[in-house]
């Protein structure tokens, strides 16, 4: 069964600081990865997924995480975080070929000090 | 272009009412998925359709609770004899080919069972 763990609800960086946030997960074959954001009072939005391609993944606002199957992880990252990138992460997974059912993790709420 | 939508946004019921939630997915979108939020976790899968077809309703809690999705467009999620444990945010996703590709979520509804 596919699942995803997100280690650490809560993060705290200081403004300009590296952003690193962990999900690892588990399934049995090979899964598609995401990560979505959520601020306050909206709807959440993708950041940047993997399909089976390369295994870095850059996405939207410097965001970037790595696909390490034998870590079975997909931790995002951002050099250096910006006040506005305060607001909750979300892992998830869902099975390849032709799966469709979404796995969230539990999220992890980012927070950047000036 | 619009983006999904929900309604009511917010919706109070008292313990044993039916409830009715609404998502309008953006035009031409083919996947559209469940997810009930409780506080402080993660989207949790209810149930996906793929147009007009109902594919998975294994997230689905009992069968207090139903959803369709009559034309392969708008898509109705009812809860019958509400109870306090379903008192969570409901939110709508909608896209393309589901798995690989990405969901767009509408805003949610919160819901809050007295």
């Known amino acids: 069964a596919q699942s995803v763990t997100q280690l650490g609800s809560h993060v705290s960086v200081s403004e300009g600081a590296l952003v690193l946030l962990r999900c690892n997960y588990s399934?049995?074959?090979?899964?598609?990865l995401f990560w979505y954001v959520q601020y306050p009072n909206q709807g959440l939005q993708l950041l940047l997924k993997y399909t089976s391609a390369a295994t870095l993944v850059k996405g939207i606002n410097g965001f970037e995480a790595e696909f390490k199957k034998s870590e079975t992880s997909f931790h995002l990252t951002k050099p250096s975080a910006h006040m506005s990138d305060a607001a909750e992460y979300f892992c998830a997974v869902t099975l390849g070929t032709g799966g469709f059912k979404t796995i969230f993790g539990a999220g992890t709420r980012l927070f950047v000090k000036a | 272009g619009a983006g999904v939508s929900q309604s009511p946004r917010y919706k109070v019921a008292k313990r044993g009412q039916d409830v009715a939630l609404r998502c309008d997915p953006i035009s031409g979108h083919v996947s559209l998925f469940w997810y009930q939020q409780a506080l402080g976790q993660g989207p949790e899968f209810l149930t996906y359709?793929?147009?007009?077809?109902?594919?998975?309703k294994s997230g689905l809690p009992s069968d207090r609770f139903f959803a369709e999705r009559p034309e392969g467009s708008v898509s109705t999620l009812k809860i019958q004899r509400t109870q306090q444990e379903d008192s969570a945010v409901y939110l709508c996703?909608?896209?393309?080919?589901?798995?690989?590709?990405?969901?767009?979520f509408g805003p949610g509804t919160r819901l809050t069972v007295l």
């Open positions: 359709f793929q147009n007009e077809a109902q594919l998975d």
């Open positions: 996703a909608s896209g393309g080919l589901a798995g690989i590709n990405e969901q767009f």
């Open positions: 399934s049995s074959v090979p899964p598609y």
